[in-house]
């Protein structure tokens, strides 16, 4: 078994997006398929800027879990712990991108063969083996998978890998809006690190996203790092001994998909070669500068595993923006 620094845990499922934006699904005349999925794309981020990584989770055992699989082999990540579900079908999501870049969305997957992962089927020596275990919440919705991604956290959190959650909300996958934040917090205080959008902050908490109080009711005893995303802006950092912020880069956004993935991705290939970064805010300020590089590179192009940049795309605009 190749060793792998990062192990990403959780959905992969193909993306149709429109080939115009700012139409509606039923005004657009065509899609184009990209690979999606977060944790997927966050594995695809990591490898893009030179590190290792490994992807586990199940597609169906037809063309589009073929394709997807065999995307994420070509850009380097290890796909041994990939099972595939002869019943179900890999699961789809149309997109729809609004005028400024920002997106909808509509699945489907009723199960899909994400949803239908088994505790049995986890590759665990891989996952123990890594630095980092990565993972969304989206793995949460429905059993058997909720049980898998409970055990996998487990034998990470046993085997002294860092857990890192992004919990990636996207509120029509859950029956309520109340279901998604009592599945969502229901792991909150496993993570070692978590990363969330402001608007998750605003929907997770009722509150205002913009107000470090409202941001504090998130920490936990035993966090070591929460960050919080805000779009263009850059990002804010909150550990037991500092906090600030970082400022983002300013460009032309076409198509936000990814842009967190590409960011979340950055920030554990900085933390697997690294781990220092944790404990000394310079370092942990220059990591989330090229995160926030990554992040905005990803918007200027469709599709998130297209888009998402290599070290020496994410160095140069550190370099322009400085």
């Given amino acids: 078994m190749a060793k792998v620094s990062i192990v990403s845990f959780g959905e992969m499922l193909i993306d149709f997006v429109p080939d115009e934006a700012g139409v509606s699904l039923a005004e657009s005349r065509g899609f184009v398929k990209a690979p999606g999925g977060a944790p997927a794309n966050v594995a695809c981020a990591i490898t893009k800027l030179g590190g290792t990584s490994a992807f586990i989770g199940k597609v169906g055992d037809d063309e589009f879990g073929k394709m997807l699989v065999d995307i994420i082999k070509k850009n380097g990540v290890n796909t041994e712990g990939v099972c595939f579900d002869k019943e179900a079908r890999t699961a789809l999501a149309f997109v729809t991108l609004k005028k400024n870049g920002e997106r909808e969305f ?7 063969a994400d949803m239908l992962l088994q505790t049995s089927e986890l590759n665990l020596d891989l996952i123990k083996q890594a630095k980092v275990f990565h993972y969304g919440s989206i793995s949460l919705i429905t059993e058997p ?44 205080n496993q993570a070692d690190i978590i990363k969330v959008s402001d608007d998750e902050v605003e929907f997770l908490t009722q509150g205002d996203a913009t107000k470090e109080e409202v941001i504090k009711t998130l920490w936990f005893d035993g966090l070591k790092l929460l960050l919080v995303t805000d779009g263009e802006k850059g990002c804010r950092y909150f550990t037991k001994d500092f906090k600030g912020s970082v400022k983002g880069f300013s460009v032309k956004a076409i198509d936000t998909t990814g842009a967190g993935d590409a960011f979340v991705g950055s920030f554990l290939y900085s933390l697997a070669k690294d781990p220092s970064i944790l404990q000394d805010e310079n370092k942990l300020k220059e990591a989330l500068t090229l995160s926030n590089a990554c992040g905005a590179i990803c918007t200027t192009q469709k ?4 888009a998402l940049p290599s070290l020496s795309q994410a160095q140069d605009l550190v370099k322009q923006g400085n």
């Fill in 106 to 112: 509509m699945f489907y997957r009723n199960p899909s």
């Fill in 145 to 188: 998978c909720r049980s898998a991604h409970i055990a996998a956290m487990k034998a990470a959190k046993e085997a002294g890998v860092t857990l890192s959650y992004d919990p990636n909300v996207r509120l029509p996958l859950w029956s309520s809006p109340e279901a998604a934040r009592e599945g969502i917090k229901s792991i909150w």
């Fill in 303 to 306: 599709g998130a595993i297209p």
